[in-house]
């Protein structure tokens, strides 16, 4: 019998050195809401999505780029000489079909190069808008996996625990999970997966953005499947795999 993968959560991306990432896929998560704005593009059309660290990277990449977007918030306000936000309702299907996306946000991006500097194989981003996508294609690998939540300048965050706890009992079957974190956030999901809604409107992050007026945002970024695309990183970009 074939020795199962295994699978592990990191909670915060203080914690991502604790793992090793060798020949693994990261799922970079971060739900409120740079992940499921980077599937919901991709779904309505965007040619990539290029996840940068820095403001000057995306301002440069900006005017480089023929067809290109630049977004970027802090504290929930477009930051100053980039054109759009982090909301995914910025990036219907008429608006960004066949354009690129250049993104920087405070966490998932930061992650998403940590991941690659620790030497991962693969980067897949993740939110509950692909969830199934998410799990069919890790089901499917037969290569470790790491969940990474972006968390919030290296707290731990509810919204990403939750997501990672629903992938977690979709594709546990596939893996060995030898993990606290693991077990910790699918029990934490199954707690609350009928009552999602009801339990985020809780979390800090929540009542961050809300203050901001994103309430839509933020009940987008609790759906599943309405953006069930995969993006995956490659050669610098994000694009559907």
Same mark, same amino acid.
């Given at each position: ?25 990261? %799922? ?26 820095? %403001? ?77 996508? %998410? ?35 979709? %594709? ?36 961050? /953005? ?7 945002? /933020? ?23």
């Amino acid at each position: 019998m074939n020795k199962k993968p295994t699978l592990f959560t990191s909670l915060s991306p203080a914690l991502l050195h604790l793992f090793d990432l060798t020949d693994s896929i990261v %799922v970079i998560i971060d739900v409120f809401r740079a992940t499921s704005t980077i599937a919901t593009a991709l779904y309505n059309g965007a040619a990539r999505v290029i996840p940068v660290s820095g %403001v000057d990277e995306c301002k440069k990449l900006g005017n480089e780029l023929a067809g290109c977007i630049t977004a970027g918030e802090r504290e929930g306000k477009v930051i100053e000489g980039l054109q759009y936000g982090n909301s995914p309702a910025e990036y219907p299907r008429e608006f960004i079909q066949g354009k690129t996306l250049v993104l920087t946000t405070t966490n998932g991006t930061r992650l998403l190069h940590m991941a690659l500097e620790k030497g991962c194989s693969e980067v897949i981003t993740g939110s509950f808008p692909n969830l199934s996508a %998410v799990c069919d294609y890790l089901m499917n690998q037969e290569k470790n996996i790491i969940l990474g939540c972006s968390a919030w300048k290296d707290k731990v965050n509810l919204e990403d625990t939750l997501f990672a706890g629903a992938v977690i009992n979709r %594709v546990k079957e596939h893996f060995t999970i030898h993990d606290d974190s693991s077990l910790m956030a699918e029990e934490m999901y199954m707690l609350h997966k009928d009552n999602l809604s009801e339990l985020i409107q809780h979390t800090t992050h929540w009542h961050r /953005l809300a203050a901001y007026g994103l309430h839509k945002d /933020l009940h987008y970024c609790i759906s599943i499947d309405v953006a069930n695309v995969l993006p995956v990183y490659k050669n610098g970009n994000l694009v559907i795999g």
